[in-house]
């Protein structure tokens, strides 16, 4: 269950922005008539995406602790390393997002930040999400076997 709320969240958060990239970065880099819409449509997604961003932080906490054995193997296996590289790139996706969350969201009267500078950047937020993609396929080749549980038998 909690792989599949991690999957879910990941999924509407890299899922919902590129979508949004698609439709609208054109109507932000110039005085297009698209472009208060497609602030608009950025401004809306930000509740859904705080949303997925916490659950992927719950749940990916959850199936670390599941996952790695100890601190130690954090530094010392392939596993380890590759989880250490897509928290990395996690960190960076949610470093554009807030970024992006500042822009959308300036103090009042000051106005919406540069669309143009959203523009430039929300690719990056994009980017970094497919790095992280790639480490999760990366995380699933370098996982470690799994012994199977063994109970103590009663007699």
Known sequence: MVRAVHLAAAGIWAGGLSVLVFLFAGALRGASPEGP????????FM???FLSVGLLAISGLLLTARGVESAAALITTTYGLTLLAKMIA????????????LLLSPPRGAGVGSPVRLARSIPFEVGT???VLW?????GATAPRRTPCRTPSRR
């Open 135 to 139: 480490a999760a396929a990366a995380l």
């Open 90 to 101: 996690g960190a960076a996706a949610l470093a554009f997002g807030i970024r992006h969350t």
């Open 47 to 49: 509740g859904l995406a």
């Open 129 to 131: 999400m497919l790095v």
């Open 37 to 44: 819409s497609a602030l608009v449509a950025f401004r809306r």
